[in-house]
């Protein structure tokens, strides 16, 4: 295991400590934390919420870090823009990812060519996150995102992370965990794409 990697990891586990102190109400920590500059509101225990102001400032463009796609190939992830886009940030071992994974595999097969879905992975192997996306029944396009680049650049605070890019690479929106149903809403609004269409 590389060093960024677990780094990476490190990092990620001592985030899930530091929610589960506040979940479970140790009020020195939460107080700490509250009285910070944190973007997260945790009303529900192992769920990531955005505050009303999201991680991201909207408009901003759509960040150009490397990515690998599932063949290894490296590229720039400003060249993804050009359609509407859902880009969902996850990993495996994460439950709230593990559970809106089929909502978005079945948004994605509902909305045809009108929007594109691109999950972005900055923690797991190349076959371990495409065994599990297939599992889950996704079909749109994976990446890697081994430096956590384009997570890093995206403001990432906790997963699942949804960013929507518009066709000019603007971000209009993000979310924290989504259901179908929430998920269609936000493609509605910000694409004016409709359930069931093409465009």
Do not use: H
């Not at 945790?42 to 960040?63: C, D, I, K, M």
């Amino acid at each position: 295991m590389n060093r960024a990697l677990r780094l990476r990891l490190f990092a990620l586990a001592m985030g899930v400590v530091m929610v589960g102190l506040i979940a479970v109400g140790a009020p020195e920590v939460r107080d700490a934390i509250v009285d910070g500059d944190v973007d997260a509101v945790l009303t529900n225990p192992g769920e990531y919420q955005l505050s009303e102001e999201g991680a991201v400032e909207t408009r901003a463009v759509f960040p150009s870090a490397d990515i690998i796609d599932v063949d290894g190939v490296t590229i720039d992830s400003s060249d993804l823009i050009g359609t509407p886009m859902v880009v969902n940030l996850w990993f495996a071992a994460c439950p709230p990812c593990q559970r809106e994974m089929p909502d978005f595999a079945a948004v994605n097969d509902s909305v045809g060519d009108s929007v594109k879905f691109v999950g972005i992975n900055p923690v797991d192997s190349s076959s371990a996150m495409t065994e599990f996306a297939a599992r889950m029944g996704v079909t749109y396009d994976l990446y890697q995102d081994p430096m956590a680049e384009l997570t890093d650049a995206l403001g990432t605070i906790g997963f699942p992370y949804t960013v929507f890019v518009n066709e000019r690479g603007q971000i209009v929106g993000d979310a924290g965990v989504l259901t179908a149903d929430e998920l269609m809403a936000l493609i509605s609004e910000y694409f004016g794409i409709e359930q069931g269409t093409d465009v």
